[in-house]
């Protein structure tokens, strides 16, 4: 009898061969021993959602926390919502239907929308006066800055006031011919990004004109998409010009995108990128029409995420808020807590699923497969209900797998409950799919099989 410690899925690497990488995690994200626990690893599912506030009709296209509010666009309206969720309508933007850009100097809120610029003033929607479209908006020092669609050029507000501009505060990002696709301030430094560079300024304070080019700060990278531009952890990630997923370390672009996670994303249209905290997990997302994938910084590692019978993740956005993070929807207003203690989506199904990397032997002989165990939290269930856990096994590659054979986890304190599968056959490669959908907490520590 051998019984083996398998090797678990650490994060998404299924790629353009699966009998190669076909290691997945949907819904689930691996969290990092840093004391004397049982093992380095052990997989836990994603949180769960209850509703916090309903806004508009959504989708919910922006969001951003100014104080105690939460500023949100819901469709074509901007909301302020407090923090026990009641909203008030402030006013209509129209801009566009994708993501929106905001900023604030603390008491004024503005939004690029399709073009047209917004600002709150804290009493009614304004749209200023400027001399082109406008593309994307940030704030830095005192100011607010507009980068005009389809140019290389910005403009600065007045200094506190977003509502007034001189049009000779126009300034030119001409390091490179490279028209403008975002802006975003980091270390108090300005980082315009364009097509396939980026360009760094800073306050030098000059009296005519307070903003000017970082000397030899110029980084020959460009951006794919504006709204994959999020700062989080004291660092910008972006998607480049590349479609490869970077983290500037300085001025020095550090690719954290994996071959797998470039080979799902390879024919994604747009990437809407939201970050969330929760439990020391950052979390870096990208919503695409390709699917959504998150990078976890405690690990470095990548996960799946979907909601149950839509083959998307419904939620679009995030923010912080009062210590706490709240996911926003993407098919309607609604705004949601997250919650690892909650294991539902909003009274929706949760499917956790890992597929294992490939078992086989070294000298590719046939091998039997006696058992396969599932260490996990058990006893996890009601005092009248237990969860089911189920095994599915794929001989060729993963491109068939097995019916599911399911098992129990036990009623409530039932804790030494087994997921144990026996008389598995035999095989030369082998690869491992584990589903769990029952709302309840899934925490899975490890992998064992009796194989000989």
Known sequence: MAVAKLKPALQQSAGRSKPWSGARLLNCFAEKADGDKRDDFALMATPGTTLFSSVGSGPIRGERVVGDLVYVVSGA?????????????????????????????????????????YVWDGTSLITPVLPAAVSDVAYIDGYIIWTFDGTDQFIISSLDNALI???LDIATVEGAPDFLVGVIVDHREIQFYGKSTVEIWYNSGAADFPFERQGNAFIERGCFDRDSLIKIDNSVH????????????????QRISTHAIEYALRGATYHRGFVYTQEGHKFYGLWTDSGTFLYDMATGAWHERQSFGMGFWRMGGAFEFNGSAYFTDNQNGNIYLASLD???????????????PTIECGDRSRITMHSFEVLCETGVGSTTV???????????????????????????????????????????????RITMTDSYRRFVIGYFADIR
């Open 165 to 167: 501009y001189d049009f």
């Open 238 to 253: 972006f998607v480049g010009d590349d479609r490869i997923i970077y983290r500037l370390s300085g001025y020095d672009p």
């Open 342 to 356: 909650v294991n539902d989506e909003n009274g929706a199904t949760i499917s956790v699923q890992v597929e294992l």
């Open 386 to 432: 237990e969860p089911i856990i189920s095994l599915q096994y794929s001989d060729d590659g993963g491109r068939n797998y097995s019916k599911e054979m399911q098992r129990t986890l036990g009623l409530v304190g039932s804790y030494r409950t087994r997921a144990i599968w026996r008389k598995l056959g035999q095989f030369r490669q082998r690869q491992m």
């Open 77 to 117: 309206e901007l909301y302020s919502i407090d923090n026990g969720g009641s909203s008030t309508l402030l006013g209509i933007v129209g801009g566009g239907s994708g993501r929106v850009r905001m900023a604030d100097n603390g008491t004024q809120i503005c939004i690029a929308d399709g073009g047209v610029p």
